[in-house]
């Protein structure tokens, strides 16, 4: 069995994958900074790795064959650590996992990260350090899947999303959950990389749009 | 006559490197934000592009077969502007400069800049910023020159310097002028290409050393 690698695995998105992994018991290893933060999934089969991304993590790869990166992650935080999390612990994890072998390595972006000068916005810091993590990760030759979800929503999920984009930014939010579901799902299609997926909330199921 | 663009011309490095080709009668463009900060320059035959590095400045390459960069270029903006200057801007500088067949791109990076984790530090931001922007830069193709002065001083530059790193802190600061200096005479190698020199203040003609 393959064994996947979550980083950033007490964020929402983080934990809703990782919650996702240990039920449908595949082999997972979660990396966080401070493992309190996972106190509530201690006690399942989930093996815990704990670093800091501001530091060499190298070691969290052996063994490993998925890379999930779901740090950072969010256009809240400051940019000084949008720099050096979302983009220079991305860059490094890319190294990592170009070293490692890694067979598929998903990363979780952000609608408008394709194009971080379309629109002017308080989060162009974090788009553009999206974008070009996105894009060094693209030019290392590690087999990837990146999916870049609109506005993200604590609502339930149901699983149901689109991949075209909306032409209102209403329409583009999508529920963390559905995020988290897709992302579990193109982590089990061994053959599908070298993707770029964006995610809105829609009326399809997951499997019939992620193809 | 080959024509030098200056990205970063009102900054204090880009303001000595743009008054010495003014002296030296090179044929020079200035891009800067606001032309009022070269007010002390205007009567010069230099010309002053207006622009603003956070949108479309493609056309400040019309016509230009040299570019400098040195905007940005300081460890104390904000890391909001680093990423939008220091590393964003310099990312669309060199895809303009490839773009416009650019015969010499030289970037004023800094000291640290190889290897943003080798030590612990308030500028590491900063730091990742230079490293990926060289990277970028290094990997178009364009011809380039990166320098990577030490502790930068506001001494009487006396063109004296040495490339070979010292082992103590306190050996590597060097004068702006001394960095300016450098630059200008890198501008007029016209074969020296695809080179990185750090910079310190030292014993050597910028001459005998820049090879």
Redesign the interface.
């Known amino acids: 069995m393959s064994k996947t690698l979550i980083i950033g695995a007490s964020g929402q998105i983080g934990k809703l994958i990782t919650k996702t992994l240990i039920e449908t018991q595949e082999d997972a290893r979660a990396l966080v900074r401070d493992k309190s933060k996972l106190d509530d999934l201690k006690d399942s089969e989930l093996e815990i790795f704990e670093a800091d991304l501001?530091?060499?993590f190298s070691r969290a790869f052996d063994g490993i064959d998925n890379v999930i990166f779901v740090a950072g992650s969010g256009a809240s935080t400051?940019?000084?650590k949008?720099?050096?999390i979302d983009?220079?612990a991305a860059?490094k994890s890319v190294d990592y996992a170009q070293k490692a072998n890694i067979k598929k390595f998903i990363m979780v972006s952000s609608i408008g990260a394709d194009d971080?000068?379309a629109i002017e916005s308080d989060i162009?810091?974090y788009l553009?350090?999206k974008h070009?993590a996105d894009q060094y990760l693209m030019a290392s030759g590690v087999p990837y899947i990146i999916v870049r979800p609109g506005p993200l929503t604590n609502d339930a999920g149901e699983g149901k999303i689109t991949i075209k984009r909306p032409s209102s930014r209403e329409e583009m939010a999508i529920p963390r959950a559905d995020v988290a579901k897709s992302v579990v799902f193109l982590l089990s299609k061994e053959d599908l990389n070298d993707k770029i997926f964006e995610l809105f909330g829609g009326t399809y199921d997951v499997d019939n749009v992620l193809v």
């Open positions: 501001e530091k060499d400051g940019p000084d949008t720099l050096l983009l220079w860059k971080p000068d162009k810091p553009v350090a070009l």
